[in-house]
């Protein structure tokens, strides 16, 4: 007799000793389990998007699972599961998560192996702080492995190792093995977004699935049993499932229907100020003649304590692209970038720094409006007295490598702040020549015009070090060139911008005519040029009259800083200050008159000449080539409708194909006696697709026995007669050795279809639809 409680069922027959090792309840528990697993971590669809997930979310729930099973019927202790499912979770968390890491797409490497510890501890708030949805770092694909490794391994190994040792199995002890699927449904839905994955249906479900297993559960273990009759079981059993399967339909329906908003639903990522990206602002030095033009005598801000020769930092850009310099992102992955992070009111020292003097200054903004704050060399101190809005201690984000600070929401008039810098401490150059540059990491400069390199080697002449090398190109700048803002008093005219053509026209026209917006650019390319880690700062120089010192648009400048080892960033100003450019005198070519034609009136070239072109990050690409897209809900829907009607209908059609082949050649094909022996095979293979058992090595005679007798058992029609009478009738055609004519042929096939259509038709839809998948090969003669 096999045990009927929920302890470790034997059977008393023979079975697999290993298999044995677990009881059914066991089995059942395990897939329960399993199943809430899968349903609750496809919720990760919205934050990853396209089901890249899904390896790594179902291959994690797979190899947590199956380590646990496999470590207790190795009969493992618990160190040794633990030391057997670490190791499963690196070896196969590769192929899993990380197969563009790996080797051949299997094997684990460096990058791999790291990446699975650096997802399992720092992939949680980079899912919650970066764009949905995920794809980069790659280690953002290791969160739903690890989640669901860890919730299948726990809560597989508590139900074959605890749950069946409990003495008192009670409802609430089973229903602990729910915590770790809850918490995966609830981490599912917490680091998504707010477009929810068919949220009421996989609710519902969780929820029916979960009840109808602790109610199974606590029926199985009962102490009273009222009755033992498998009916009275068996139609209880398919009274629940029927109720729990309209509470499924009806509770999806209406959770689908009656859903609140998606303004409404929680997330994390909504909660949490994502990670700053200066690239989704314009780049700092392209509005440089905003502040010559339009803010030259607005007053920006007020900074008391400032220090005469002091300059403000806006700034500082190190990569370029041909149009703009600009901030480098958070993807750049370069150590001299450095990343924005939000930090307390004590900031960190920058990783290549000599400090200099310190120095506290209290800036009031008044008209300056942008995300950048304006700071005095490296801060290390930064409280905010006065704000209006939203509090700016939680939206500041520093970047201590570059000395960079931004306030995601916004740097306006009315607010107040306190800073301490500390300068960076400059050598002569007597003492630079004997340092090389640092051999940093930076941004790279595309699409640089071949004038800069040129012009560099011209430039830095035949000097041995570097730091001569770079103040050659600064002087020969400041003395070869002009400044001018490109303003209606300024002497010249000057163009605005930083763009590959402006460096061409700079370099390559006489005079050299400029502001710092192009004399900073073109020195920090002529030095990447020449292999000098090089950066742009923007920032202002204003003039120290007293105790405060208004800073207005007219102190706006720019200059560079080259890295040079162990000592830090030098700062360079390449920018001339003559004024007084010669005006172009060639000799003008005579002209040839020309009949008159009135011409448009001239385009105001102010707008255009004010700023440079602006370079953004493009968030949301279009591709113009696909002018029709399907949205993602249409592919769900032709998803869960298309699959399962190609699953039906494509097995269906084949099946019918080769039944249809079958019955032709068994009609048309060979002499008419065989043609009618065809008739009788059709009607056999009919019946055994119907289910019926057709006799093998009989006569018909014998068959046609053996099936009427089970048409009468499963209350099928049988034809007149019986089924002997088709049986004689075509034995006669196949031995009697006369001649047979169409119409006997005919007669049988026709008798033969009779009795099938009949057959079927008292067969029922379903046991119909069911022989329509059935296809039984023909017999060779």
Do not use: C
């Not at 764009?131 to 969160?143: F, S």
């Not at 099936?707 to 002997?724: C, F, I, K, T």
Request: proline share 8%; no cysteine.
């Amino acid at each position: 007799m096999t045990a009927t409680t929920g302890g470790r069922s034997r059977a008393s027959g023979a079975s697999s000793p290993i298999l044995d090792r677990f009881s059914a309840t066991t089995w059942v528990d395990v897939a329960v389990l399993m199943g809430l697993s899968l349903l609750a971590v496809i919720g990760f669809e919205p934050a990853f998007g396209h089901y890249a997930f899904a390896p790594a979310a179902v291959g994690g729930i797979v190899v947590g699972g199956g380590v646990a099973l496999l470590g207790r019927l190795l009969r493992l202790s618990w160190p040794l599961t633990v030391v057997l499912a670490l190791a499963a979770y690196f070896l196969l968390g590769t192929p899993l998560a990380l197969p563009g890491q790996s080797l051949f797409g299997v094997l684990p490497t460096l990058d791999s192996l790291s990446g699975l510890v650096l997802g399992a501890v720092f992939g949680w708030t980079d899912a919650v702080t970066l764009q949905a949805p995920l794809e980069a770092p790659p280690y953002v694909a290791v969160v739903p492995y690890v989640a669901g490794w860890l919730v299948a391994l726990v809560s597989v190994t508590l139900a074959v190792r605890w749950l069946p040792g409990v003495r008192h199995r009670s409802v609430g002890r089973a229903a602990l093995l729910l915590t770790g699927p809850t918490l995966l449904l609830f981490a599912a839905i917490l680091l998504g977004t707010r477009d929810a994955f068919f949220a009421g249906i996989r609710g519902v479900l969780f929820a029916a699935v979960a009840l109808v297993w602790l109610s199974w559960r606590r029926a199985r273990f009962a102490r009273d049993r009222i009755e033992t009759d498998s009916a009275v079981r068996r139609s209880r059993l398919v009274g629940g499932a029927v109720v729990v399967l309209g509470a499924v339909a009806v509770g999806a329906l209406a959770g689908s229907v009656l859903a609140p908003p998606a303004a409404s639903r929680f997330v994390v990522r909504d909660e949490i100020t994502p990670p700053f990206d200066p690239l989704d602002y314009p780049s700092p030095l392209a509005g440089f003649r905003t502040y010559t033009k339009q803010l030259q005598k607005t007053k920006l801000f007020t900074v008391t304590g400032l220090k005469q020769g002091q300059v403000i930092r806006l700034a500082t850009m190190d990569s370029y692209d041909g149009v703009v310099w600009s901030v480098a992102s958070p993807g750049s992955d370069t150590d001299a970038s450095g990343a924005f992070q939000l930090l307390g009111s004590t900031i960190p020292a920058p990783p290549l720094f000599t400090a200099g003097a310190s120095s506290t200054a209290a800036i009031s903004v008044l008209g300056y409006s942008d995300v950048w704050l304006p700071t005095l060399g490296y801060t290390d101190r930064l409280t905010f007295d006065e704000h209006t809005g939203e509090d700016p201690a939680g939206t500041v984000r520093v970047n201590t490598a570059t000395g960079t600070a931004a306030v995601t929401s916004g740097v306006r008039d009315g607010l107040a702040y306190t800073i301490g810098a500390t300068a960076q401490k400059i050598p002569n150059d007597r003492a630079l020549a004997k340092v090389p540059p640092a051999k940093l990491a930076l941004p790279p400069v595309t699409n640089v015009p071949d004038v800069v390199s040129a012009k560099a080697e011209e430039y830095a002449g035949s000097a041995d070090t570097a730091i001569q090398k770079l103040r050659n190109i600064e002087r020969s700048l400041k003395s070869l060139g002009y400044l001018s803002h490109g303003r209606a008093s300024d002497p010249v005219p000057s163009r605005a911008g930083e763009g590959a053509d402006r460096m061409t026209d700079l370099l390559s026209k006489a005079p050299m005519v400029g502001d710092q917006e192009q004399y900073a650019s073109a020195f920090a390319l002529m030095a990447r040029r020449l292999g000098y880690p090089t950066r742009v700062v923007m920032g202002f120089a204003p003039k120290v009259t007293g105790s405060t010192t208004t800073v207005t648009g007219d102190d706006v400048t720019a200059w560079d800083e080259v890295a040079f080892d162990r000592v830090g960033w030098v700062p360079f100003f390449p920018t001339p200050t003559k004024t007084d450019a010669p005006k172009n005198q060639t000799t003008k070519p005579k002209l040839e008159p020309q009949p008159q034609v009135r011409q448009p009136p001239p385009a105001d070239p102010r707008a255009e000449d004010l700023l440079t072109p602006v370079k953004t990050k493009d968030n949301n690409p279009k591709d113009k080539s696909k002018i029709f897209q399907l949205p993602a809900w249409a592919w769900v829907v032709l998803g869960v409708v298309g699959i399962p009607l190609l699953a039906y209908f494509i097995p269906l059609l084949v099946i019918a194909t080769l039944k249809r082949r079958r019955r032709r050649r068994r009609r048309t094909s060979g002499p008419p006696d065989r043609r009618a022996a065809g008739a009788w095979d059709e009607l056999t293979d009919g019946y055994a697709e119907l289910g019926l058992a057709v006799p093998v090595r009989a006569t018909r005679i014998q068959a046609a026995a053996a099936l009427e007798q089970q048409s009468e058992a499963q209350n099928l029609p049988v034809p007149e007669g019986g089924l002997a009478v088709l049986a004689r009738h075509i034995d006669a055609a196949v031995f009697d050795g006369s001649v047979v004519v169409d119409e006997r042929v005919d007669h049988a096939w026709s008798t033969a279809d009779e009795t099938l259509m009949k057959a079927r038709e008292a067969a029922g839809p379903l046991r119909a639809r069911l022989a329509a998948f059935r296809y039984r090969r023909p017999r060779r003669a």
